[in-house]
């Protein structure tokens, strides 16, 4: 009994009947759910000629994979997605502690914040491609257009705001009278911040990490418009195996190598975040 | 002093997201042959890119799909968020997991996927599949945006509807639409824009013959920038923001009540 009444005060919300929700599950199992399992499928079969596919259950794609030249992709991948996370982190940072613990105008500081996460990431990669240019002012001579670099500064752009919201959220929730106090018996600010607000704040920064890690393990646009698709990471490996060699039984591979490392990447988290919130009861 | 610093940085964070999106719209207004040659003030791009065939064409593509894919889910992720409260645990975290897994599945794995999935199942790549796809996710944005708020609503006043002897139907229409509509009216704006603006997704599901205005954008990124396209991302980025600014100011006039979101951004 006790535990109905738990249950229905955690979900809450007025009551309707359970198969308004057939719709939209019917959408995702036809749309969604069937074309990464036909994706699976596809990782085990094999290419025959130039576009025949042969469904002869077999390793060969993900053997291909340990060729130590994809191995480099990986890494440069992770390296990639790696770097992103910890830019953005430190960068993002401050911002959002300011808008917690400063800020006046949050509404509008904080849908200055939202409004790129919602803009068009394609015009947002473009502006570079104008800013890299040879001839745009001071910045076009440092030469950056389709390097490594200019790839790196893409993606930090691109995911910056997906990094500071949850930030912002931990932070927002904070007591900063517990910092002030902290002080006031003679914690040095920075002693007072790594004590109280690190610890308060680290479910944010684990949510942040990994909403940017995601996309950035994936990430097609900025290595194919910044790098010039030269430097070649997980996302356009795969694009290059559908739009190039038409090779889709190892773009599958790929696809799949990259999904279940990330699966494994959420996985740790949900234990790290329910670890925390065993400790603080 | 510590709090001017900080205070310093976050200013400069906000220039290194607002400049580059400024410099586009900057650019946009030069009335020279090559971007960054400054011949003065003109806003002769814009009307040669509304009078430009191959430009308006994917530009009303584009439109046509980003209506009706929120307009469907719309439908779809309203009736999931109405049901998903009530639902067993055990229907209720797996389908919760869907949700986000379709938010957070790295683009190019899903754009593929689907490729896969329409070339397999025979159905011919063009609009229909393009808007097929989008609604995946978006469904999914509708769904949580709409939860949020329904959640948080209370059940006393449909209660008294059911026992005052309205069905389910008429209990939706006058009690729970009137307070919902806002959410889903937010929620069905962001999907509109989410489709407007995807690129990967429709990149790999949209055939040879169909083009939207990022496919178009993109495709003629290989000749390099040139002033048309400034003019036509200007145009992108004003139809977004205000369909994003009319969603941000809806959900917080009518007051969310939880903080930091169901979705990021939110």
Redesign the interface.
């Known amino acids: 009994m006790r535990r109905r009444a738990e249950?229905r005060a955690g979900?809450?919300?007025?009551?309707?009947?359970?198969?308004?929700?057939l719709?939209?599950?019917a959408?995702?199992v036809a749309?969604?759910?069937?074309?990464?399992a036909?994706?699976a499928v596809?990782s085990f079969s094999r290419r025959e000629g130039f576009s025949d596919i042969v469904y002869d259950f077999n390793l060969e794609n993900y053997k291909d994979l340990l060729d130590p030249l994809y191995g480099e992709v990986f890494t440069r991948t992770l390296g990639l997605a790696a770097v992103g996370t910890i830019a953005t982190l430190v960068?993002?940072f401050?911002?959002a502690?300011?808008?917690a613990r400063?800020?006046k105008h949050k509404?509008l500081l904080l849908?200055?914040?939202?409004?790129?996460?919602?803009?068009?990431?394609?015009?947002?990669t473009?502006?570079?491609?104008?800013?890299f240019?040879p001839?745009?002012p001071v910045i076009g001579a440092l030469d950056l257009l389709y390097t490594t670099k200019a790839v790196y500064i893409g993606v930090v752009?691109t995911y910056?705001?997906?990094m500071v919201?949850?930030l912002?959220?931990?932070l927002?929730?904070m007591d900063w009278s517990l910092v002030e106090a902290a002080e006031d018996l003679g914690d040095s600010?920075l002693r007072a911040f790594r004590r109280i607000t690190l610890p308060l704040a680290t479910p944010g920064i684990v949510a942040g990490s990994l909403?940017v890690f995601?996309?950035m393990?994936?990430?097609?646009?900025n290595p194919v418009?910044l790098g010039g698709d030269k430097t070649i990471y997980a996302?356009n490996l795969?694009?290059q195996q559908?739009l190039l060699s038409r090779d889709?039984p190892f773009?599958?591979a790929i696809?799949m190598v990259?999904?279940l490392s990330?699966t494994v990447i959420?996985l740790v988290y949900a234990r790290m975040t329910s670890r925390e919130e065993a400790l603080s009861g | 002093m510590?709090?001017r610093l900080?205070?310093g940085?976050?200013a400069l964070?906000?220039v290194?997201?607002?400049a580059?999106?400024l410099?586009?719209v900057v650019?946009a207004f030069n009335g020279g042959r090559?971007?960054?040659?400054w011949e003065g003030f003109s806003t002769k791009w814009f009307g040669e890119a509304l009078s430009d065939p191959t430009i308006t064409e994917p530009l009303k593509n584009s439109l046509v799909i980003g209506v009706s894919n929120a307009l469907i889910a719309c439908?779809?992720?309203t009736?999931?968020a109405?049901?998903?409260?009530?639902?067993h645990?055990w229907?209720?975290v797996p389908?919760d997991g869907?949700?986000y897994?379709?938010l957070?599945?790295?683009?190019?794995?899903?754009g593929?996927?689907?490729?896969?999935?329409f070339v397999?199942a025979g159905v011919g790549l063009g609009l229909k599949t393009i808007l097929?796809?989008h609604?995946?996710f978006n469904?999914s944005v509708v769904?949580l945006i709409v939860?949020a708020r329904?959640?948080?609503?209370?059940?006393s006043?449909?209660?008294a509807s059911?026992d005052l002897g309205a069905g389910?139907l008429s209990?939706?229409r006058q009690?729970?639409l009137p307070r919902l509509a806002p959410a889903i009216l937010a929620g069905g704006l962001?999907a509109f824009?989410?489709s407007?603006?995807d690129?990967?997704t429709s990149f790999?599901v949209s055939g040879a013959g169909t083009t939207t205005l990022?496919l178009r954008?993109?495709s003629s990124?290989r000749f390099g920038?040139s002033p048309v396209?400034?003019a036509t991302?200007v145009m992108?980025?004003a139809l977004?923001?205000v369909a994003?600014?009319i969603a941000?100011l809806v959900l917080?006039r009518t007051g969310s009540e939880r903080?930091?979101?169901a979705l990021?951004?939110?």
């Open positions: 249950e979900a809450g919300g007025p009551r309707y009947p359970a198969w308004l929700s719709p939209a599950i959408w995702y749309f969604f759910v069937c074309p990464l036909i994706m596809f960068i993002g401050p911002l502690y300011y808008l400063y800020a509404t849908l200055l914040v939202v409004v790129p996460f919602w803009t068009s990431i394609l015009i947002r473009y502006a570079w491609l104008i800013i240019d001839d745009f752009y910056l705001p997906l919201l949850p912002y959220a931990a927002e929730r600010p909403l995601i996309p393990m994936g990430e097609y646009l418009l996302g795969i694009g559908f889709w773009g599958s696809a990259l999904i990330m959420v | 510590g709090r900080i205070g940085w976050a964070v906000y290194f997201l607002y580059p999106i410099v586009v650019y090559q971007v960054l040659n439908v779809l992720g009736a999931l109405l049901s998903m409260p009530r639902m645990r229907v209720r389908v869907l949700v897994m379709t957070v599945t790295p683009e190019i794995v899903f593929i996927s689907a490729l896969i999935f397999q097929i796809a609604v995946v469904a769904a939860r329904f959640v948080g609503m209370g059940e006043l449909e209660e059911y389910p209990t939706f009690v729970t962001l824009t989410f407007f603006d690129f990967i790999f990022p954008i993109f990124l920038i396209v400034n991302a992108i980025l977004t923001l994003v600014v941000y917080r903080r930091g979101g990021p951004g939110v």
